[in-house]
C-alpha cells in the first residue's frame, strides 16, 4: 500500500485500486523525497500510467509521461526531471511531444508495429502480416503522416485491392491493428483509428484451389529446370509433399528432423494448432521428401532447413539467424514460370490473381490427393489439424498408418513432378477401360 507521502515501490503501485473516477497518487523517490509534479495516475478500469502536474502561464496542465508498467519508477523520475527544463524556460512540454508525433509516419508505426506486435509472438507467426505491410501497406502509405491518416486514405488502398478481395480484408485487418496500437501507445489520440468506420468490406469467396495433376506435371517440369535457390525449391516440395504450412517450413531446425524415422517434430510453440493443444506437431515424411531433404547440405552455423540470409551487426560481427520470410516471391516465380498463373499478354496482369496457387494451396493439393486416395480420415491428422473427429483419434494412436497414408500421398505427387507418373497416360487409359466396360455390356 502507498505511504502517507505517496508510492515509491513497483509493489506498492501493483496494489492500488481503481476508483469511480481517476485519481492521482505522488511518487517519491526511494530516499522518500517527492518528486516535483510526478504522480501515477490510476483510471477505473484499472489503467495506471505516470503524470507530470506543472502549471505554465497560470494554467494547470497534466502530461502523461508512459504506461505502468511498461515505464517504471526510475524512468518515469528521470524523465519528469528533464521535462522540468523546459517548464522553467516557459516551453510546455506537451507541444514538444505533439511536434514529434506530428513527424512520424506510417513506416515508423508500421516498423514499430513488427517490431513489438508481431515478433514477440514467436518465429513463424505473423509472417504474413509482415509480407502485407511490405507489399501492399507501405507502398501506399509509408511516406503519410501517421497523425493526419483518416478514412479516406484506408478506403483508396483498399478500392486498388479490389481485385484481391482476400488479400484486402487481410490488409484492413492489419491496419486496424496497427492504428489500435498506435492509440495504446499514445501515437494518436484514444478514438482515432480511421479503420473502424471503413465498413466496405469485401466479399471473400470460398477457395477451394487446388493444383490439378496437369498443373503438377508442369510444376515438376519447372522444379526440374528452375534457377531458384534449391533451398526455395525444398521449401516446395516441403508443403506439397507433407502438406507443412509456410510458418512450419520458415522455422523449421534441422534438430527437429529425423530422417531414419520420416519425422519432423515441431514443438508446440512453433506450429499454429500448437497454441491450443500444446503439443508437439508430428510431420510424416513420405521416402521422396527424405531422399530430398538428404540431398540438402546443411548451412554452416545455421539452424534452419531453409536458411534464410545470414545477419551482422554494424561492426561486422555475425548475429543469431533468423527464419527466412522471403518465400512468397520465390513461389510466385516458379508458379508462374510453370503456367499457373496465366498473364495478359498486353498488360503483364494476372488473369485471375485470386484463382493463383499460393503457399496454403500446396498443402491443400497434398490434403486433396489423399481424399483422392481414398484417405481422408488420415488427412486432418496429417495436416497438424486441431479439431478431431472420430477417425483422427483412432489414427492418433498409431504412427504406423498415418505413415504409410503420408507416404501414399507424397509417392503419388512425387510420381507426377517427376515424371514417373504421367496423368495424361493414366486419362487415356481409363478412357479406355471405360469403353471396353460399355462395348462388353
Known amino acids: 500500500m502507498p505511504s502517507a507521502n505517496g508510492v515509491s515501490t513497483k509493489t506498492q503501485i501493483e496494489g492500488l485500486q481503481p476508483k469511480a473516477t481517476n485519481y492521482p497518487v505522488p511518487v517519491v523517490s526511494k530516499r522518500g523525497q517527492a518528486v516535483r509534479g510526478l504522480a501515477i495516475q490510476v483510471t477505473p478500469a484499472g489503467c495506471k500510467s505516470f503524470v507530470l502536474r506543472f502549471r505554465l502561464l497560470g494554467k494547470q496542465k497534466t502530461l502523461t509521461l508512459g504506461k505502468f508498467p511498461d515505464m517504471g519508477i526510475e524512468q518515469a523520475i528521470s524523465l ?11 516551453r510546455n512540454p506537451s507541444d514538444k511531444k505533439r511536434e514529434e508525433r506530428q513527424s512520424l509516419t506510417v513506416k515508423d508505426l508500421a516498423d514499430r508495429y513488427i517490431l513489438e506486435h508481431i515478433k514477440p509472438k514467436g518465429e513463424g507467426f505473423g509472417m504474413e502480416a509482415t509480407r502485407i505491410i511490405k507489399k501492399h501497406i507501405l507502398p501506399m502509405m509509408g511516406g503519410l503522416s501517421l497523425a493526419l491518416v483518416g478514412p479516406a486514405d484506408v478506403s483508396t488502398l483498399l478500392f486498388k485491392m479490389k481485385a484481391t478481395p482476400v488479400q484486402a480484408n487481410r490488409t484492413r485487418s492489419i491496419l486496424r491493428t496497427m492504428f489500435g496500437r498506435a492509440e495504446e501507445w499514445e501515437l494518436r489520440p484514444l478514438g482515432s483509428n480511421p479503420v473502424t468506420v471503413v465498413k466496405n468490406r469485401t466479399v471473400e469467396k470460398s477457395r477451394e484451389r487446388r493444383l490439378t495433376d496437369m498443373e503438377l506435371k508442369s510444376l515438376g517440369e519447372t522444379l526440374r529446370k528452375s534457377k531458384e535457390s534449391s533451398v526455395y525449391i525444398l521449401a516446395v516440395r516441403m508443403a506439397i509433399l507433407a502438406g507443412m504450412r509456410k510458418g512450419e517450413i520458415a522455422v523449421c531446425r534441422w534438430t527437429w528432423v529425423d530422417l531414419e524415422a520420416g519425422e519432423i517434430r515441431i514443438p508446440p510453440e512453433f506450429h499454429k494448432t500448437g497454441r491450443k493443444t500444446g503439443k508437439i506437431r508430428v510431420v510424416h515424411l513420405c521416402e521422396a521428401l527424405v531422399a530430398h531433404l538428404k540431398a540438402t547440405p546443411q548451412t554452416l552455423g545455421c539452424p534452419f532447413v531453409v536458411p534464410g540470409k545470414p545477419r551482422v551487426d554494424k561492426e561486422g560481427k555475425a548475429l543469431p539467424w533468423e527464419p527466412i520470410v522471403a518465400l512468397q516471391a520465390p513461389w510466385e516465380r516458379i508458379r508462374d514460370a510453370a503456367g499457373l498463373a496465366p498473364r495478359d499478354e498486353k498488360t503483364d496482369e494476372y488473369l485471375n490473381e485470386e484463382n493463383n496457387p499460393g503457399w496454403h494451396d500446396l498443402r491443400r493439393t497434398f490434403a486433396s490427393v489423399g481424399a483422392d486416395l481414398g484417405l481422408k480420415g488420415f488427412v486432418g491428422e496429417l495436416l497438424g489439424h486441431a479439431e478431431a473427429t472420430v477417425t483422427d483419434i483412432y489414427t492418433r494412436a498409431a504412427a504406423e ?21 504421367d496423368p495424361e497416360k493414366e486419362a487415356e487409359d481409363r478412357k479406355k477401360a471405360k469403353e471396353t466396360r460399355i462395348q462388353k455390356v
Do not use: F, Y
Not at 519528469?80 to 516557459?90: F, V
Not at 498415418?402 to 515424371?419: D, F, Q, V
Open 401 to 421: 498408418p498415418l505413415h504409410e497414408a503420408a507416404e501414399k500421398i507424397g509417392a503419388r505427387i512425387e510420381g507426377i513432378l517427376s515424371g514417373s507418373i
Open 80 to 90: 519528469a526531471q528533464a521535462k522540468w527544463s523546459d517548464i522553467r524556460e516557459g
